[in-house]
Structure formats: structure tokens, C-alpha cells
């Protein structure tokens, strides 16, 4: 059974969260993909204002396509998470709690994810129309030169995923393969 | 000289386009439906139902597959017999392409400097367009719009002759076993051996359009086929890189001549969303 778990996240919420858990997500995410990251981590890097709040928040990595007239979005899967691996860490030190995305993290976000107590959630690649009936709104907060790559607010119900790593060090991308893996 | 019109090739790379965006072919959905049948792995299964789930809710509901329309790669065979007229060829695809990602409201996913400024054309072009002059006089046109994620899983190696069948093996099961879940898994794995290194990487980028459950017509390459297969599924790596036995849903191989030096292999693997489609003008 998945849990429902309302957005922003918490200390209290993520320690009971364990790798392979199936998610419900609710409330408020954000999104954003590289060029989005370039930008929250200059801005961070020059003492000036983010035009999100960080503490608790989640950020989906993704990119939409273009919403039909009458839709908040179009199309809206995660795209792959290692090329935010050089940005997620300093984000976390800054209140970031939840990431979604495919793909396996870098050594040093799953670090960062004990260290800061952060969560990593795995969305299905590629299922981009079946997650999109899980938003209900999405709004431009900044970046909109950036099209696709525009950092988003979306409000999600039922948004299904799946914890992929932990505060505790599990990986359910090397747990998954060991339990299948045949020689 | 049978005369073939811009306009008629632009429609189709249009409607190509914008058809193979929301509906899967049909042997790819099948053999993700024996899948599903067939994981042992419940959170595996749970994820292949639900990308079943997700080509079902994008036919009716016209929301593309996956976000990811990709970088739109074209190939055309040309008869020479035949006589473009109405402008220019090249400029008729990406007119098309053009068109194709404005109507079906497909992502435009290409930026022009590929290193700095990185700033999005806004129509997908220029799409990856691959002529060859065949016999005949007719045009086909085949599609592949091509997401980042397993794109950027390619590579390409030369091995040493000496290293043969079982350096090839090494070589592809290798690649999608460090893959992992980055392109999607169940993949397509399509692999090229021989050429020059152009070569090399158009077959196994070419061999993603091969129907599945229809294997390489030279025995020996068709075996190789499914040791590579039969090695990659047990990997473990599974559905979205959960844990699970199907990792692959095909490996693809083709092969070409090559010099006496080299033996070149390339991979070039597509996601469980293997978007493809052609059309004969
Ligand atoms: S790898 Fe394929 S299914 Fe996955 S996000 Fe990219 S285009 Fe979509």
C-alpha cells in the first residue's frame, strides 16, 4: 500500500520513509532541471533572494511539454537525475528535503541526503501522461526564458512514487539488482 | 520521373511525428505486456502496469508518451527515380518537424550552441536527417524522436580483432549493466559492429527500428542476439532500475565489413518508450 504524504516534507516525515516505499505525494512541488539548478545556485552563491522558499521543500526534475488549451501541463515524467548531482548538495544545506527524478545519485548527494536528512524519489520514466493527471495546477516562478526548463510550482494529489534513497544510506537501485541479479 | 511535392513530405514528417509521440508501435507494447505478464519482481510489475497504464491514458487523452519528445532523427530513402519538387528537401523535413512539435504540443528539446549559450531553437530544429539514394521511386521517411535520457547512454569502443565474439559481449552487457536505471529500462539495445566508427554508431542507432521479436537473418549474429539478451536479464537491473528480470526488452544487432585492424562496436540504446514509425510517399 502506499503512504500519503503531505508536501512540504519534515524531519518527522522522511525518518519514517525507507527505501522501496511506494509514495502518494500532495500539496505544493517544485521543478526544475539543470538550467533551473545553474541559476538557484548562482543566485545562492551571490546572497540574493530565491524566488522559492527551500526549507522542506521538494523539487521535481523535469521538463514539461507544452500544455493542450484547457490543461495546467502536458506531458510531465522526470528526466535524469545525475546531472543535477553537482547542484543537489548545496541545495540541501539550504532546507531542500525531497528530490524526484530517475536515475542513480552521486556518492556525495547520498552523503548529503544522511547528512541533511533528504530523501531521493524514483517517478516511472518516460510515464509523463499518466503522472501528469496527478497535477492539478502549475505556475512559471521564474526563468520563463528558459521555456521547458522554467522553474514550476505544481500542485499534486496522489503524485505516485517511490523512494529510491533514504536517510538511512538505502538504495533501492542496488538493493533491487542484488535481489535479482543472477550469475 | 515520378514527381514527389514538399508539401506532401512535410505533412507526413508532421503527422510521423506527432503520431509516434502518443502511441506505441504495436510489437514494442506487446512485448511490454508479455513482460508484465512475466515479472517475478512486484515492484518491477507494479511498474510496467503503470507504463502500460501510461500508453493507454496518452492515446485517449492525446498527452505525449513522455515529456521527452526527443531530438528528432529522420531517416529518408530516396529512389532514383524520383524528383523533389517544390523546394528543398532538407528544408521540407524540418518544416515538417517544425510543424509536427507546434500542432501535437511535443517538446521542443534542441538548443544551438552545444557547449555555452545552450539557447533552445524553439521548433526542434534542426532535426538529424540521414539520406541514402536507393533504387526505385518513392520516398520513405522513418522517425525516431530520441530522449536524452537513453541517448546519453551511447557509447562507442574499438576493440582489437583479437578480442572478438566474447569482447563484444563484454563490451554491450557491460554498458547497460552501468546504465543502470539512466535510460529507462526495459531498453531497446541496439548494437553496431564493424564499419568505421560512423559507421558503427548509425547501425546500432538504426537497429532500434527493427520490429521486435524479429532477429538479425544471419544465424550467427541472430545467436548473438540472444546470448546478449538472455545476459543483460540477469543483471537484475529490472524496470526502472527497481530490481526485476527484464531489463531488455531486445538486443539488436547488426554488422557491416570492416578493415583488417579494427573491430569497432558501438551501443546505442532506446527506452522502454520506444517511439518510432515510418511512412512511404
Ligand atoms: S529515456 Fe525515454 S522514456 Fe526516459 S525520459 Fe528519456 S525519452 Fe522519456
Redesign the pocket.
Known amino acids: 500500500m502506499a503512504k500519503k504524504i503531505t508536501l512540504p516534507l519534515t524531519d518527522e516525515i522522511v525518518k519514517d520513509l525507507k527505501s522501496g516505499d511506494e509514495v502518494l505525494l500532495n500539496g505544493v512541488m517544485y521543478v526544475g532541471r539543470d538550467a533551473a539548478h545553474k541559476k538557484l545556485v548562482a543566485s545562492l552563491d551571490k546572497g540574493e533572494k530565491l524566488p522559492l522558499d527551500l526549507k522542506g521543500a521538494t523539487i521535481f526534475f523535469m521538463g514539461p511539454s507544452p500544455a493542450r488549451p484547457g490543461r495546467p501541463i502536458g506531458s510531465a515524467?522526470?528526466?535524469?537525475s545525475y546531472r543535477m548531482d553537482s547542484y543537489s548538495p548545496r541545495l540541501m544545506a539550504e532546507g531542500l528535503k525531497g528530490m524526484i527524478g530517475?536515475g542513480m545519485r552521486s556518492q556525495a548527494v547520498k552523503d548529503a541526503m544522511k547528512e541533511y536528512k533528504a530523501v531521493y524519489f524514483g517517478a516511472i520514466?518516460?510515464?509523463?501522461a499518466l503522472i501528469s493527471k496527478s497535477i492539478k495546477k502549475a505556475d512559471v516562478l521564474a526563468y520563463d526564458e528558459l521555456g521547458a526548463e522554467a522553474l514550476r510550482r505544481l500542485e499534486v494529489e496522489d503524485f505516485p512514487a517511490t523512494v529510491v534513497n533514504d536517510i538511512y544510506g538505502g538504495d533501492l537501485y542496488e538493493e533491487g539488482k542484488a535481489k535479482y541479479k543472477k550469475d | 520521373m515520378r514527381e514527389i511535392k514538399t508539401d506532401e513530405i512535410i505533412k507526413t514528417v508532421s503527422e510521423l511525428f506527432q503520431h509516434s509521440c502518443h502511441y506505441l508501435p504495436d510489437d514494442v507494447l506487446n512485448t511490454i505486456k508479455k513482460a508484465h505478464e512475466t515479472e517475478e519482481s512486484p515492484v518491477a510489475k507494479e511498474v510496467l502496469g503503470k507504463i502500460l497504464e501510461n500508453a493507454d491514458i496518452a492515446g485517449a487523452e492525446q498527452i505525449p508518451?513522455?515529456?521527452?519528445?526527443?531530438l528528432s532523427v529522420v531517416w529518408l530513402e530516396l529512389g532514383q527515380e524520383a524528383h523533389i519538387v517544390g523546394g528543398d528537401l532538407n528544408e521540407a523535413v524540418n518544416e515538417g518537424v517544425r510543424q509536427g512539435y507546434d500542432k501535437g504540443y511535443l517538446r521542443k528539446s534542441v538548443v544551438r550552441q552545444p557547449f555555452s549559450a545552450r539557447v533552445n531553437t524553439k521548433d526542434n530544429t534542426p532535426a538529424d536527417i540521414w539520406t541514402t539514394i536507393v533504387p526505385g521511386d518513392k520516398l520513405k521517411i522513418s522517425v525516431l524522436?530520441?530522449?536524452?535520457?537513453?541517448?546519453n547512454m551511447s557509447r562507442l569502443t574499438v576493440l582489437a580483432p583479437a578480442q572478438g565474439h566474447q569482447g563484444i559481449i563484454d563490451f554491450v552487457v557491460n554498458r547497460v549493466s552501468e546504465s543502470g536505471s539512466?535510460?529507462?529500462p526495459p531498453v531497446t539495445v541496439g548494437v553496431g559492429i564493424g564499419g568505421t566508427t560512423e559507421k558503427t554508431m548509425m547501425l546500432a542507432k538504426k537497429a532500434l527500428l527493427r520490429k521486435m521479436g524479429e532477429h538479425n537473418h544471419d544465424p550467427e549474429v541472430a545467436e548473438m542476439e540472444k546470448e546478449i539478451l538472455e545476459k543483460v536479464n540477469k543483471l537484475g537491473i529490472g524496470a526502472m532500475g527497481y530490481g526485476g528480470r527484464t531489463t531488455a526488452l531486445a538486443v539488436n544487432v547488426e554488422t557491416h565489413p570492416c578493415h583488417i585492424a579494427s573491430l569497432p562496436v558501438a551501443v546505442n540504446m532506446?527506452?522502454?518508450?520506444n517511439?518510432h514509425e515510418e511512412a512511404i510517399i
Do not use: I, V, Y
Not at chain 1, 515524467?77 to 535524469?80: A, D, Q
Not at chain 2, 508518451?65 to 526527443?70: A, E, H, P, S, V
Not at chain 2, 524522436?145 to 541517448?151: S, T
Not at chain 2, 532506446?270 to 518508450?273: E, F, H, I, L, R
Open positions: 515524467g522526470p528526466t535524469t530517475k520514466g518516460g510515464a509523463g | 508518451l513522455c515529456q521527452d519528445t526527443g524522436p530520441k530522449g536524452g535520457g537513453a541517448e539512466n535510460p529507462c532506446q527506452c522502454w518508450c517511439r
